[in-house]
């Protein structure tokens, strides 16, 4: 018998998992953001739509705000990119997270939480991240309080193949498994707090789930390979942000590619990585 949070997160992914491009397919990418607003307002989040404007095309970041009781603690930013790569289904990338987002903030719907979280579905990641930077920088600018983002990269590729997982060259590979069935947690040295929480809470919620954490110095300027997502914007404007992932590339052989499809994706991997995330997000450990 299929698990009821398996079901959902099958039915996002149907409903999701599709060429979803500002120029080559700009339709379905506004279908698919179409989609995450009706899904954030079922919820009873307070749903809005922030203009992204790139190189003549329009596309929308999607966010669901659920209010916390107290308006000092902050918001906390917990995000997904929606966009693909043209030539691509995006399954992994990024539908698996979105997915994610979306079965969160069902789990947390009736839940009291302290400060305010905002459940955000980027666009233009696959640009340079350019929907999640001009959400930082509007931030930064007018002075709102955030206490931390996680961003969801990539969550449902998971292999027990022997020598299927591989590393950035700066990251001691024999501290790590060499087989890509964990999860990681990537954070700056600002956000060292923030990583290993959210990593333990996984590890707590979900033993047998493989977790994984890497905190890498200052703010990671330099380390290009694990700045490739949204937390890299919040980065950027001195915000606590961590990125959880399948490790992209480094794991999954369809990344941006045409087999990136639903049928690599591993349900239960996507559903334990969740139950772990809305642990986390009733008590942020930031």
Known sequence: MVQPENARILKHLEALVGERNPFSTPGPLEQAAGYIAHQFQSMGLAVSREEVLFEGATSHNIFGL?????????????????DSVQGTPGADDNASAVAALLEAARCLEGTTVTGSILFTAFTLEEYGFIGSRQRACRIKAAGEPVSGMIALEMLGYRTREPGSQTYPPYVDATRYPDTGDFIAVVGNEPSRSLALGL?????????????????????????????LSDHCAFWEQDFKAAMLTDTAFFRNPHYHQAT???????????????AGLVEYLKAPKI
């Open 66 to 82: 659920k209010e916390g009781t107290d308006a000092s603690a902050g918001a906390f930013i917990f995000g997904a990119h929606y």
């Open 199 to 227: 990593a333990n809470t996984l590890k707590q919620t979900t033993p047998e789930l493989g977790v994984e954490s890497l905190v890498l110095p200052g703010r990671a300027d330099d380390f290009v390979e694990v700045r």
């Open 260 to 274: 990136d499809t639903l049928e690599t994706l591993d349900i239960d991997f996507i559903r334990d990585i969740t």
